[in-house]
């Protein structure tokens, strides 16, 4: 039986179910042709926002063991005249550009700035948990994220996922509000507020403080996010958090993932390996299954 690794995210097609998250391994687009030749269906890019920032001081990622990283890199970037510049001349890609801001209009104003690339997509940051006045704090206020995927939506020619995680209020009411304003699919989840402290210099261990805590001890918290979305709402969802193997990528899609986005993994495998393989068991788990289509499995567990 022939299977089909091809991914469906609401009007985005994928031709493979594995999606770079955003934030990991820099902005080069060397790196994301490298990743894209090397399994993953698409990009999503650093989070852009208006002008540069420089982001803190190091140190910004630690790895944790058993698979967990923490980290407040504090959103360095270029800024979306800069990055507009480096993908402009994209034609084979998929990149899906993450975009931040505090007002529905640096949102769309980067849209049109990006409108002139080729691009696949844009994912809403609605839950950066280290930077003040972005991500998080936007995501923990439902009328601001309306108008912010409204103003992002009434700009774009291409789909818009907002991106959600856990917050001080209750994220369903931001998948809700992302949804009402009329975004494309949901990603979940971000990294999860922590923090690390260094005993011996008893401080910690990340120049900012408080971190995001990514990886694999995020993996069911992310799985139980992505089924009651997909259980409370009829919207196409890209999981995210906790994916280091093909069988967290089955989990995720079997929780209701139509696609599913790996971070923290590229950290602990070959860049070169990490999609391939993951790609490879979900053909091999479909095989094995009788299973056609990844769209078949999608909320599986749940039904
Ligand atoms: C070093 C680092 C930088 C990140 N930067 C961003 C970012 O700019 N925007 C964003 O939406 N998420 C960012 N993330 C979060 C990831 O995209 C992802 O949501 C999170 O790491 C959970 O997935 P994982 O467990 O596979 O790593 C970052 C994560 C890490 C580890």
């Not at 495998?269 to 091999?284: E, H, K, L, M, Q």
């Amino acid at each position: 039986m022939e299977s089909s690794l091809e991914a469906q995210v609401g009007p985005l097609r994928l031709e493979r179910p594995t999606v770079l998250a955003s934030g990991i391994l820099g902005i080069s687009v060397e790196i994301f042709g490298r990743l894209h030749g090397a399994g993953a269906g698409a990009i999503v890019s650093k989070s852009i926002s208006v002008e540069p920032r420089d982001g803190y001081p190091g140190p910004t990622v630690v790895p944790l063991g058993g698979g967990g990283w923490i980290n407040a890199v504090g959103l360095s970037n270029p800024g979306a005249a800069a990055f507009a510049g480096m993908i402009r001349d994209n034609r084979t890609v998929p990149i899906i550009v993450s975009l931040v801001g505090s007002a529905p209009e640096e949102f769309s104003s980067m849209v049109e700035r990006f409108e002139g690339c080729h691009i696949a997509g844009y994912e809403i940051n609605l839950s950066c948990p280290h930077v003040d006045d972005v991500g998080l704090e936007v995501g923990d206020d439902p009328e601001l994220v309306s108008r912010v995927v409204r103003a992002t939506k009434s700009a774009a020619s291409v789909p818009v996922f907002a991106k959600v995680g856990l917050g001080r209020s209750d994220y369903l009411d931001t998948v809700s509000a992302a949804i009402d304003a009329g975004a494309d699919g949901i990603t979940a989840i971000n990294t999860v507020q922590a923090l690390a402290i260094d005993i011996e210099a008893q401080r910690p261990k990340l120049s900012n403080g408080i971190g995001g805590l990514s990886g694999i001890p995020i993996g069911t918290i992310a799985q139980r996010c992505v089924a009651q979305i997909h259980s409370q709402f009829d919207i196409p969802i890209m999981g995210c958090g906790g994916v280091s193997t093909w069988e967290d990528a089955v989990a995720l899609v079997l929780a209701g993932a139509s696609a599913v986005q790996l971070g923290s993994a590229l950290g602990y495998g070959s860049p070169d390996r990490v999609f391939a393989d993951v790609n490879d068991g979900i053909a091999r788990y479909m095989e094995r299954k009788g299973v056609r289509s990844v769209r078949e499995m999608v909320g599986r567990a749940l039904a």
